[in-house]
């Protein structure tokens, strides 16, 4: 899809004007298409793709190059400038458990926006939930959610479908920064039959597939938050080591927005921020638009290295795996975590006895016993993992 530059609008007439509309219909079809996001989304994404284009002069006269439109995105931003925000949540103790799953928060969904290419290997959405403030939480815990309808249990009897953790992807002031919704960041899972390699939509996913497909408007049951292991350190200098894969960036999301995107007064962080992220290709990035504009504002606090399994070799020409980019940094990452760093881990368990097998080899080759280290990381609570 094409988008004309505003001096076209300017400078022609009428019949210029339908070339327009009709080139920015294209666009709006094929967003429709690919993005598969309720009414609401489509009407934001009409709003953005405003004017893309260049006038420069061949032979004296002006003309005007179409560019290629970019994906435009209500869940990304590339401002990350810092904003104020309503410092009553950060008072209190942390909250935890609020709502159960016999007495849940019910909210609604705001939007729902694919936020992978088209070649990533499965899709992934932003969600953004309404909730008022009214289910407060901290920056590295989860929401549970319970997905309509029932099922038939062990006992052939029917219950309700049972709750789903989701790490929430947005601080606790929320992509508005106003305490008034809260972001997920939701893979759909997907059934894929060994035999046929045929994906048999019997057995996908609940949850994420209610999510991933909820209109704006779409109530939700949530419960929570939960969870206690991801939070932010007090100290705001220690640098934050995480390490992602996959939808496993939400917690980290909440972070460096805390970290670089609020003015909060009792947290201005001073360290540095260092997000390894794990994926298999350059579609299957994640938030990158908004963390390659938080690494050319922070350019010595903000640093991003991806692992993208199936476009880059690792050392000995293998894939690049996770554990490969961070171990291309394990002297620094040795250093850091000696002088107080806190490292996080999250996303899927497959990436922990990779990560694990490549430490201990590091530790060894360093003289330390590997589980020593990790035992001292532990209990100085700089060592946090949430894998599932
Ligand atoms: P389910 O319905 O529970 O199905 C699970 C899997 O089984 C699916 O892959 C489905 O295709 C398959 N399946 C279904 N029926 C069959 C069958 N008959 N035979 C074989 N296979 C079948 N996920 C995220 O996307 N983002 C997050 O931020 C996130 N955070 C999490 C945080 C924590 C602490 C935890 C514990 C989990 C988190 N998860 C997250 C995972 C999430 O909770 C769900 O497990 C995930 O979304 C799948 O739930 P579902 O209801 O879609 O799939």
Same mark, same amino acid.
């Given at each position: 899809p094409i988008v004309f530059g505003p001096d076209l609008i300017r400078s022609r007439t009428g019949r210029a004007a339908l070339v327009i509309a009709r080139t920015t219909s294209t666009f709006l079809c094929s967003s429709l298409v690919t993005h598969r996001t309720g009414p609401s989304i489509t009407m934001q994404t009409m709003r953005a793709p405003v004017a893309q284009g260049a006038a420069t002069r061949v032979a004296g006269r002006r003309v005007f190059r179409p560019v290629a439109a970019t &994906? +435009?995105?209500? !869940? +990304?931003?590339?401002? +990350?400038s810092k904003r104020t925000v309503p410092t009553a949540l950060e008072e209190g103790e942390m909250p935890l458990n609020t709502y159960s799953n016999k007495a849940p928060f019910k909210a609604k969904i705001r939007s729902v926006e =694919?936020? =992978?290419?088209? &070649? !990533?290997t499965g899709e992934t959405c932003h969600i953004i939930v309404e909730t008022a403030g009214k289910i407060p939480f901290w920056e590295g815990q989860s929401y549970g959610v319970i997905p309509p309808g029932t099922k038939i249990n062990s006992k052939g009897k029917e219950v309700p479908h049972g709750t789903r953790l989701y790490s929430i992807a947005s601080s606790r002031y929320g992509d508005d920064f106003d305490g008034n919704t809260a972001s997920l960041c939701v893979r759909r899972a997907v059934y894929v039959d060994p035999e046929t390699g045929k994906e048999d939509p019997a057995k996908k996913g609940i949850c994420s597939n209610f999510l991933c497909d909820a209109a704006p408007g779409t109530e939700i049951t949530m419960t929570g938050p939960t969870g206690k292991v991801l939070l932010l350190p007090a100290d705001v200098n220690a640098p934050l080591i995480c390490v992602a894969t996959g939808t496993g960036i939400a917690p980290f999301r909440s972070f460096w927005r805390r970290c670089f995107m609020e003015n909060v007064p009792n947290y201005k962080f001073t360290g540095l921020f260092w997000l390894f992220m794990g994926v298999a290709n350059s579609d299957a990035k994640l938030y990158d638009e908004e963390l390659q504009a938080l690494a050319k504002a922070y350019p010595s606090q903000f640093r991003l290295d991806y692992a993208l399994s199936r476009e880059q070799k690792n050392r000995k020409g293998g894939k690049m795996y996770i554990q490969d980019k961070v171990e291309e940094y394990s002297d620094e990452i040795f250093d850091l975590l000696d002088n107080g760093a806190h490292m996080y881990f999250c996303g899927l368990k497959g990436m922990m006895p990779g990560i694990q097998e490549m430490l201990e080899r590091v530790a060894k080759s360093k003289g330390l016993n590997y589980e020593e280290w990790v035992e001292g990381l532990k209990h100085r609570n700089q060592w946090h993992v949430e894998v599932y």
């Open positions: &994906k +435009v995105s209500t !869940a +990304v931003t590339t401002d +990350v =694919t936020i =992978t290419g088209p &070649k !990533a």
